[in-house]
T-cell receptor, first 109, second 116 residues
Framework: QKEVEQDPGPLSVPEGAIVSLNCTYSNSAFQYFMWYRQYSRKGPELLMYTYSSGNKEDGRFTAQVDKSSKYISLFIRDSQPSDSATYLC?????????FGSGTRLLVRP | DGGITQSPKYLFRKEGQNVTLSCEQN?????MYWYRQDPGQGLRLIYY???????QKGDIAEGYSVSREKKESFPLTVTSAQKNPTAFYLC???????????????FGPGTRLTVL
């Protein structure tokens, strides 16, 4: 079993839709959780991080962690075509990051 | 501008040849990382270095080698022993302080290696 699992998609939504991206993890010791966005043929860039359980909001993006179910979510409100990218969830393990496989999102105009 | 540079952007190699991928950063970060990305598999850690002259194997180090002689530079050599080297290679660095504690990493633009 992978330590961080993520549905690869692709996920296709119309512009303006609310997008829900999800990951599960297996190691209950994980405390820091991150979402990276990666445009095609580029390096990933950090979108948001959360510590332990709870929600964190930044503009149209909300990150949510439920430690009881080991579930990580990223919500995108009012999605835009420019949000089309691959979204990678990750968790910190010592000095390393453990990444999910990434979910490819396409927002149709 | 501070950042991470990787060169070249595209690299073609014949089977049996070693090739070195460059990674340079001017962010003054101590920790640097090399990842490999294959379709549908996310990022897998090859090697990492927390300080100059020290590095550790990641999850898929076989067939790769690194050096860390300078803080700014962390080159990756893909050797002929790597059985399936065609992939997208990403270099990253981790800042000190809170961001580093969280685990944030800054990534370069990547090098796409194709073995012919």
């Amino acid at each position: 079993q992978k330590e961080v699992e993520q549905d690869p998609g692709p996920l296709s939504v119309p512009e303006g839709a609310i997008v829900s991206l999800n990951c599960t993890y297996s190691n209950s010791a994980f405390q820091y959780f991150m979402w990276y966005r990666q445009y095609s043929r580029k390096g990933p860039e950090l979108l948001m991080y959360t510590y332990s359980s709870g929600n964190k909001e930044d503009g149209r993006f909300t990150a949510q962690v439920d430690k009881s179910s080991k579930y990580i979510s990223l919500f995108i409100r009012d999605s835009q075509p420019s949000d089309s990218a691959t979204y990678l969830c990750a968790s910190r393990s010592s000095y390393k990051l453990i990444f999910g496989s990434g979910t490819r999102l396409l927002v149709r105009p | 501008d501070g950042g991470i540079t990787q060169s070249p952007k595209y690299l073609f190699r014949k089977e049996g040849q070693n090739v070195t991928l460059s990674c340079e950063q001017n962010l003054n970060h101590d920790a640097m990382y090399w990842y490999r990305q294959d379709p549908g598999q996310g990022l897998r850690l090859i090697y990492y270095s927390q300080i100059v002259n020290d590095f550790q194997k990641g999850d898929i180090a076989e067939g790769y080698s690194v050096s860390r002689e300078k803080k700014e530079s962390f080159p990756l050599t893909v050797t002929s022993a790597q059985k399936n080297p065609t992939a997208f290679y990403l270099c990253a660095s981790r800042p000190p302080g809170l961001a580093g504690t969280v685990g944030e990493q800054f990534f370069g633009p990547g090098t796409r290696l194709t073995v012919l």
